[in-house]
């Protein structure tokens, strides 16, 4: 069973916009990760969070956690075309645990 | 370059065949697993593996094997008993928990292979 949904599962903005995706899950974590997932590719690690941070930077990417209502949300800021992608949560329970995916937002931006 | 090499790339099957996908990472990484991928899906578990000589099932471990003899190397055999074998498989690795260094489980990932049942 999937233990991280993403909303919305599909996303259009223009070149310059920003794009916001939303993760729940559903049991207690270790940390939660974002991936992106170029079409018919492998994932690449993006960003991670532990439980007890609530915001991440970097680069144009950030992140917050919110382990009272079990979410997070990730914000790519400054679209550009090249960001179009399917990004997922993946979350796991304890430090090096085995993580658990999310179905995944496909994001796509127009130049 | 350190990394993940998955092949075949594509690979078409006859029904009733039994395939093996490959899996090599020379990152030094302890663990390995493997991922099923369907359309438009997220990633479900088939396999893991968090040290050589071992491996759990995950999710959906029904119709496949795997085997670990090295620590570099983690095959997948889709067998002829997996129902709906068509899917991309991604094989990924971590560091796991005899290299000292922080384990947080973030996964290095192959390009993948597409399997087709024909």
């Known amino acids: 069973s999937q233990q991280g949904e993403e909303d919305p599962q599909a996303l259009s903005i223009q070149e310059g916009e920003n794009a916001t995706m939303n993760c729940s899950y559903k049991?207690?974590?270790?940390?939660l990760q974002w991936y992106r997932q170029n079409s018919g590719r492998g994932l690449v690690h993006l960003i991670l969070?532990?439980?007890?941070?609530r915001e991440k930077h970097s680069g144009r990417l950030r992140v917050t956690l919110d382990t009272s209502k079990k979410s997070s949300s990730l914000l790519i800021t400054a679209s550009r075309a090249a960001d179009t992608a399917s990004y997922f949560c993946?979350?796991?329970?304890?430090?090096?645990?085995?993580?658990?995916f999310g179905g995944g937002t496909r994001v796509l931006v127009k130049p | 370059d350190g990394g993940i090499t998955q092949s075949p790339k594509y690979l078409f099957r006859k029904e009733g065949q039994n395939v093996t996908l490959s899996c090599e990472q020379n990152?030094?990484?302890?663990?390995m697993y493997w991922y099923r991928q369907d359309p438009g899906q997220g990633l479900r578990l088939i396999y893991y593996s968090q040290i050589v000589n071992d491996f759990q099932k995950g999710d959906i471990a029904e119709g496949y094997s795997v085997s670990r003899e090295k620590k570099e190397s983690f095959p997948l055999t889709v067998t002829s008993a997996q129902k709906n074998p068509t899917a991309f498989y991604l094989c990924a690795s971590s560091i796991g928990f005899t290299s000292g260094r922080e384990n947080t489980g973030e996964l290095f990932f192959g390009e993948g292979s597409r399997l087709t049942v024909l």
């Open positions: 969070i532990r439980s007890n941070e």
């Open positions: 049991t207690s974590i270790n940390n």
């Open positions: 990152l030094n990484h302890d663990a």
């Open positions: 993946a979350t796991s329970k304890a430090a090096g645990n085995k993580l658990t």
